[in-house]
């Protein structure tokens, strides 16, 4: 980025898997990084890396609570919200506190933001919001209805988005993001996202567990990608650029099935008996859409995104983090 000023930003979910890695990529940038998290579902050890830095704060707090809002936003010249609880199946089984914290918490970041007048809000949308739209690739601006209940919230963010910038002025970008996977991704969990849970049940030769047939495809997207979207929006000088959303994802589509065959084809250089191990097929899940694939086309002509990882550039990265990291 040609953008060579100091800033401070603040990253709510700061210890979740994309958030910390923000954190780690503005520090070493030599900006000021707030990080808002209440570890719900980050964690601790994602931050062991800056935790000491002189330019790093952490900061325990809820964004259900307007007044941890106010307290960390308070100086910051930038806002990337990260926080949210996500999974469609967990929204399925909680849908009170997934709205909760990704609606009224929302609305309360957006607040703080406006009372502490950052100059930018960029956030975490998501490709869920697409719903029952079997248009592929997915464009920003056609969209079916939600699936589920995470997916209602994430839309109504884009819609509070739209109106806090068109009420109060508040510059917003919202990033639909698509299947991001990468380093410090947890695989532990009821709601573990598939690249993680899939390789370490390889790393242990277990048999990964698919939904359905494994014609299923995702865009999925490394989390370096998702960084370069991240730093593009926040600092982009295109005012035709702002106060909208993006799809954020690499442009092409992958089935569990080749996601499989990628994964043991980088992990059977490390363990050569992993080439052996079966797959086993399970129903299809509630909720879930058949096939994700995105337009990059709006983010390539607005913001000069160039996503540099393929899936299966990102994938070597990935199993390397977690050879190393969880082995």
């Known amino acids: 980025m040609a953008n060579s000023s100091i800033y401070k930003i603040l990253i709510t979910g700061g210890a979740g898997f994309i958030g910390s890695n923000l954190c780690e990529y503005f520090i070493h940038k030599g900006h000021q990084v707030v990080c808002l998290d209440n570890f719900a579902t980050g964690h601790r050890h994602n931050l062991n890396a800056i935790i000491n830095h002189p330019n790093f704060q952490l900061i325990e707090g809820d964004i259900r609570n307007l007044a941890d809002c106010k307290h960390a936003v308070e100086g910051a010249d930038y806002v990337l919200h990260q926080a949210a609880l996500g999974s469609v199946p967990r929204s399925i089984n909680d849908?009170?506190?997934?709205?909760?914290?990704?609606v009224s918490g929302f609305l309360n970041m957006l607040v703080a933001s406006r009372d502490a007048k950052v100059k930018r809000f960029v956030y975490a949308a998501s490709s869920s919001t697409y719903g029952d739209s079997e248009a592929l690739p997915k464009e920003e601006e056609k969209i079916g209805k939600p699936l589920s209940p995470y997916a209602i919230?994430?839309?109504?963010?884009?819609?509070?988005?739209?109106?806090?910038?068109?009420?109060?002025?508040?510059?917003?970008?919202?990033?639909?993001?698509?299947?991001?996977?990468?380093?410090k991704q947890d695989p532990n969990g009821a709601y573990a996202a598939v690249i993680p849970k899939f390789v370490v049940q390889l790393m242990h030769h277990e048999s990964p567990i698919?939904?359905?047939?494994?014609?299923?495809?995702?865009?999925?997207?490394?989390?370096?990608?998702?960084?370069?979207?991240?730093?593009?929006?926040?600092?982009?000088?295109?005012?035709?650029a702002v106060n909208t959303v993006y799809n954020a994802a690499f442009g092409d589509r992958t089935t569990l099935n080749d996601l499989i065959f990628y994964l043991k084809e980088s992990l059977t250089e490390l363990d050569a008996a992993i080439a052996q191990i079966p797959t086993i097929h399970g129903p299809n899940r509630a909720?879930?859409?058949?096939?994700?694939?995105?337009?990059?086309?709006?983010?390539?002509?607005?913001?000069d995104y160039q996503p540099k990882y393929s899936i299966q550039d990102g994938l070597k990265e990935a199993v390397k983090w977690y050879w190393s990291h969880l082995k």
């Open 210 to 240: 698919i939904n359905g047939d494994g014609n299923y495809s995702r865009d999925f997207t490394y989390i370096d990608n998702i960084i370069q979207i991240n730093e593009l929006a926040m600092f982009t000088q295109n005012q035709d």
């Open 287 to 303: 909720g879930d859409i058949p096939h994700s694939l995105a337009s990059i086309v709006k983010a390539q002509n607005l913001l």
């Open 95 to 102: 849908p009170i506190t997934t709205n909760d914290v990704n």
């Open 153 to 183: 919230t994430k839309y109504v963010n884009e819609l509070y988005a739209d109106i806090f910038n068109k009420t109060y002025g508040l510059e917003t970008i919202g990033l639909r993001y698509f299947n991001v996977f990468g380093r």
